[in-house]
């Protein structure tokens, strides 16, 4: 009975997963107001979307490496960065200030509830996904090394060759 518990559940995530379109559920905006995560991009344009926590090092390296990058890449290739805060409830509050102090200019998205995350199937932070133009997911790599930020960049101008 286990393993075919196991094995439904397997399948349910692959098929969730094949669709490779970023879900719909409500998260909420650092201004308080909640919205559908499937309206978070930009048509025509490709998208990162990056899970982190407030507390997590590598997530914070990692979005500071892109945040570096990220006006430049635009300028070339038009992508969009939605990072998604999983801090909880009790911690949510920090983010605002927490981006602000780091000057971040990207949207950044409150999922205190993890709905999001349990959608994507997010284990562990830092997770980033690409979406492509057309809003399906072409890739997505965990946790941060330095240089990370490189091989992401090539994968978003790898889309916008084409």
């Given amino acids: 009975m286990k393993v075919i518990i196991l094995v439904s559940c397997m399948l349910m995530s692959v098929a969730g997963f094949s669709q490779g379109k970023l879900p719909s559920v409500r998260v909420q905006e650092m201004n308080g107001k909640w919205i559908q995560s499937d309206k978070l ?7 990162i979307v990056s899970f982190w926590a407030t507390w997590c090092k590598p997530c914070v ?5 892109i945040s570096d990058n990220l006006e430049e ?3 070339e290739t038009g992508v969009q960065l ?13 983010v605002a200030p927490f981006v602000s102090g780091r000057g971040w200019d990207f949207k950044v998205v409150l999922d205190a509830n ?27 790599h965990t946790s941060y090394a330095e240089g990370d930020e490189a091989e992401l960049y090539r994968k978003i101008k790898e889309l916008t060759k084409k």
């Fill in 61 to 65: 390296k990692e979005l500071t490496a």
């Fill in 82 to 94: 939605v990072a998604v805060s999983i801090d909880d409830s009790r911690s949510s509050s920090k």
């Fill in 114 to 140: 993890g709905d999001l995350k349990r959608a994507l199937n997010v284990i562990n932070v830092p997770h980033t996904f690409l979406y492509d133009a057309e809003g399906n997911l072409v890739w997505q």
């Fill in 41 to 47: 991009s930009t048509p025509g344009k490709p998208l």
């Fill in 73 to 75: 890449w635009q300028k």
